[in-house]
């Protein structure tokens, strides 16, 4: 073997650094950046007030409604907003649309607890909601914290009213309540998935009666007062309501230094806004490059907002048609950057993880070439010249970015809607942001991966190749 210098054996390496080594002078880039994804978490606890909050900030940018058939130029912005819960956002490229979109797609649904259609009753004088958990929820954890609600309630006339409680200073707030230490011989037996369960998971709303002796359910009428009082809704009206429990505190930074934020839906609202900044950011494109925001992918991408539905598609080809391009030509040219959470490696759960292939928090845009579980089942996996395309177009923009798996193999395992714009016909990678205490209510993520992230959508969206 010939010698050789040191560095000349460093560069044969694949090294995983923290971006503090690597890119140091982003990382003041990265606190200011974040401070407007911080107000993006506080604005969009849920899918709605995430569209509802996208869309102003499409409005202010110049974004005009989508209308089928509308002229459209290069450098045009476009949008649409679909069922109120998911954002489309497009600016037009000066190729011809046959030479691919450039696609950035993240989910704004987030793990969460659902009222169910009949939720209200009264026990012992509390009044409770019950709820029914949303996505992968470790139930233990929902407990003994403050919760907010937040929802939309549709009434018997065909009016709505939004309801937001708990979020505003001396709101009251809600929680779900646990069996005192002293008395928990019995819990503490129990497994952890089953030391609280789906029925434990009921919402303490009140504690005071109405004043009618002669009336039952006093608490429960009390409730129902005040909520017609407030919003003009009865008990009907829960069964076409769509209210969601979430926690009740902010998005805080996290440590002496700064580095991190703790908040309630990073996942996926941290690939979300990153990528919805960047496409509005984006002016003048080579190829079109349209920014998704889907709901439903906690819960498997079913139903009319998730992208099994054909609606992000369908935007696609009404693009191509205005455009009068070949929709079918357009989907085979075109690029998805799938962006979801991942799990950054947690060194006090170091048995979840394998070093070598982890993705930790701190050391930039995470690559997933693959993700399923029990032997790859049920993945995307994106063809290696893929992956040569995108590390060689970060690489190109300084971008710091990290490749890996989700944790050891035979632990679990995860998927994302990356195989679902894949099966379309749309070359689709995964990336995202690593998170610690991925689902929880406070999860943590490092504020240099949401600029990486940012970084690596911005640069996806003005690529020329
Ligand atoms: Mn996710
Ligand atoms: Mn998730």
């Given at each position: 073997?010939?010698?050789?210098?040191?560095?000349?054996?460093?560069?044969?390496?694949?090294?995983?650094?923290?971006?503090?080594?690597?890119?140091?002078?982003?990382?003041?880039?990265?606190?200011?950046?974040?401070?407007?994804?911080?107000?993006?978490?506080?604005?969009?606890?849920?899918?709605?007030?995430?569209?509802?909050?996208?869309?102003?900030?499409?409005?202010?940018?110049?974004?005009?409604?989508?209308?089928?058939?509308?002229?459209?130029?290069?450098?045009?912005?476009?949008?649409?907003?679909?069922?109120?819960?998911?954002?489309?956002?497009?600016?037009?490229?000066?190729?011809?649309?046959?030479?691919?979109?450039?696609?950035?797609?993240?989910?704004?649904?987030?793990?969460?607890?659902?009222?169910?259609?009949?939720?209200l009753?009264e026990?012992k004088d509390f009044g409770?909601?019950?709820?029914?958990?949303?996505?992968?929820?470790?139930?233990?954890?929902?407990?003994?914290?403050?919760?907010?609600?937040?929802?939309?309630?549709?009434?018997?006339?065909?009016?709505?009213?939004?309801?937001?409680?708990?979020?505003?200073?001396?709101?009251?707030?809600?929680?779900?309540?646990?069996?005192?230490?002293?008395?928990?011989?019995?819990?503490?037996?129990?497994?952890?998935?089953?030391?609280?369960?789906?029925?434990?998971?009921?919402?303490?709303i009140a504690s005071t009666p109405i004043a009618d002796k002669d009336l039952s359910d006093r608490v429960k009428l009390n409730v129902l007062g005040l909520l017609h009082q407030a919003?003009?809704?009865?008990?009907?009206?829960?069964?076409?309501?769509?209210?969601?429990?979430?926690?009740?505190?902010?998005?805080?930074?996290?440590?002496?230094?700064?580095?991190?934020?703790?908040?309630?839906?990073?996942?996926?609202?941290?690939?979300?806004?990153?990528?919805?900044?960047?496409?509005?950011?984006?002016?003048?494109?080579?190829?079109?490059?349209?920014?998704?925001?889907?709901?439903?992918?906690?819960?498997?991408?079913?139903?009319?907002?998730?992208?099994?539905?054909?609606?992000?598609?369908?935007?696609?080809?009404?693009?191509?048609?205005?455009?009068?391009?070949?929709?079918?030509?357009?989907?085979?040219?075109?690029?998805?950057?799938?962006?979801?959470?991942?799990?950054?490696?947690?060194?006090?759960?170091?048995?979840?993880?394998?070093?070598?292939?982890?993705?930790?928090?701190?050391?930039?845009?995470?690559?997933?070439?693959?993700?399923?579980?029990?032997?790859?089942?049920?993945?995307?996996?994106?063809?290696?010249?893929?992956?040569?395309?995108?590390?060689?177009?970060?690489?190109?923009?300084?971008?710091?970015?990290?490749?890996?798996?989700?944790?050891?193999?035979?632990?679990?395992?995860?998927?994302?809607?990356?195989?679902?714009?894949?099966?379309?016909?749309?070359?689709?990678?995964?990336?995202?942001?690593?998170?610690?205490?991925?689902?929880?209510?406070?999860?943590?993520?490092?504020?240099?991966?949401?600029?990486?992230?940012?970084?690596?959508?911005?640069?996806?969206?003005?690529?020329?190749?």
């Open positions: 073997m010939a010698n050789k210098t040191a560095n000349e054996w460093e560069a044969l390496l694949y090294k995983n650094e923290t971006v503090a080594d690597t890119a140091p002078d982003s990382l003041a880039a990265a606190q200011e950046f974040c401070e407007g994804y911080k107000r993006f978490l506080d604005n969009a606890k849920t899918e709605r007030e995430a569209a509802a909050y996208s869309e102003r900030l499409l409005l202010d940018a110049g974004y005009k409604p989508f209308e089928p058939g509308m002229a459209l130029r290069p450098g045009d912005k476009v949008y649409r907003i679909e069922h109120k819960k998911c954002v489309i956002a497009a600016t037009i490229g000066a190729k011809p649309m046959e030479e691919g979109f450039h696609l950035g797609i993240a989910h704004i649904d987030a793990p969460r607890l659902d009222l169910r259609p009949v939720p009753y026990d409770y909601f019950r709820t029914h958990y949303y996505g992968g929820v470790r139930k233990y954890q929902w407990v003994a914290i403050p919760l907010a609600l937040h929802g939309t309630v549709c009434r018997a006339d065909g009016t709505s009213v939004d309801i937001c409680i708990g979020e505003k200073p001396g709101d009251p707030v809600f929680c779900i309540t646990d069996l005192l230490p002293h008395l928990s011989a019995k819990q503490n037996e129990k497994k952890l998935p089953e030391g609280i369960t789906g029925e434990n998971l009921n919402v303490l919003y003009g809704i009865t008990e009907r009206d829960f069964t076409r309501a769509e209210i969601e429990v979430v926690p009740a505190f902010t998005a805080r930074d996290i440590g002496l230094d700064r580095a991190m934020i703790g908040a309630y839906g990073h996942d996926d609202r941290v690939d979300a806004s990153p990528a919805l900044m960047a496409e509005i950011n984006t002016k003048a494109p080579a190829h079109t490059t349209v920014c998704v925001l889907t709901d439903k992918e906690e819960v498997g991408s079913d139903g009319v907002t998730g992208m099994n539905s054909e609606y992000a598609y369908a935007f696609l080809k009404q693009l191509c048609a205005a455009a009068g391009a070949d929709e079918i030509a357009a989907f085979r040219a075109s690029k998805c950057l799938s962006a979801d959470v991942t799990a950054a490696y947690d060194p006090s759960y170091a048995d979840a993880f394998e070093p070598n292939n982890g993705t930790y928090a701190g050391r930039g845009i995470a690559i997933y070439k693959y993700t399923g579980s029990r032997g790859k089942n049920s993945t995307n996996d994106a063809p290696a010249e893929l992956v040569a395309y995108l590390t060689r177009l970060l690489d190109k923009n300084s971008v710091a970015w990290q490749i890996g798996e989700m944790g050891k193999i035979d632990l679990g395992g995860g998927g994302t809607i990356a195989k679902y714009v894949a099966n379309r016909g749309i070359n689709t990678i995964d990336v995202g942001v690593p998170v610690l205490s991925m689902h929880s209510p406070f999860e943590v993520v490092s504020k240099a991966d949401v600029y990486m992230a940012y970084l690596a959508f911005q640069a996806f969206c003005t690529d020329a190749e």
